[in-house]
């Protein structure tokens, strides 16, 4: 039997199908919006980033500000994609407009284009995205873009610089914490956390410490050794 045109490969009416995507959709982004909390106040969205709905947004948007969840209701609304956020990055404030469900991690490299923050697991298991928010280690993949808004954000770039690294990253250049590279970065971000944690001074205590960040080349004798002569130093 021929298709009706008005349904769709699963035999479903195109218009109920486009509701429950809809509702999905929306439930989805509610969530987000009631996660925020305290972080519930961002700048307007920026005039190229949203619908037509919002097409009175003045040129000049840097002096009006909205609530997040007036934002993320007109995502809802089909009348926006991003909403506007600033986030504190290695001491710079970053004004994005960005999906309200996007995640730290591909925010601070696909739109702060901060690529040293590397996407191993993408499920908060190997470290590799690891970056400090407040002075505290976090996976940016499990954390949300919106709640680091008002927190201070240090990624792998703001740690040194080539002409002058961190003591962390020196020792590990001196001994040879690396093999491919790619963990690196995690690896050094959770070290240089170590000294707010309270964690002692023994090599076990530090591999227990560290054992969030996996490193498949196993270089794992080398890292202990590089974090405790910049723990010495």
């Known amino acids: 039997m021929r298709q009706d045109s008005t349904q769709n490969p699963e035999g479903a009416p195109e218009e109920n199908s486009s509701t429950r995507r809809t509702f999905l959709k929306g439930v989805g982004l509610a969530g987000v919006a009631a996660s925020l909390g305290p972080f519930s106040t961002a700048e307007a969205a920026l005039r190229d980033h949203v619908g037509p709905a919002a097409s009175n947004v003045p040129t000049d948007v840097s002096k009006v500000e909205e609530p997040m969840e007036t934002q993320t209701s007109r995502v809802v609304a089909g009348a926006a994609t991003t909403v506007a956020a600033t986030l504190k990055v290695n001491g710079q404030a970053r004004r994005v407009a960005i999906d309200p469900r996007a995640s730290l991690l591909d925010t601070l490299r696909e739109t702060v284009h901060l690529t040293g923050t590397k996407k191993g697991c993408d499920h908060g298991q190997c470290g590799a995205c690891t970056v400090h928010i407040d002075g505290k280690r976090a996976l940016s993949c499990l954390t949300l873009a ?22 962390m990253q020196a020792a590990f250049v001196k001994h040879d914490g690396y093999q491919c590279g790619y963990c690196t970065s995690g ?13 002692g001074a023994s090599d ?16 794992y004798a080398n890292i202990v050794d590089a974090i405790q002569e910049a723990r010495r130093s």
């Open 187 to 199: 690896q050094i971000m959770s070290a240089t956390a170590l000294s707010g944690e309270g964690i």
């Open 146 to 167: 919106l709640s680091a808004q008002g927190r201070e954000i240090t990624t792998i770039e703001g740690l040194g610089t080539p002409e002058k690294m961190h003591p």
């Open 204 to 219: 076990a205590e530090v591999k227990e410490a560290m054992s969030g960040n996996i490193c498949r080349c196993g270089a």
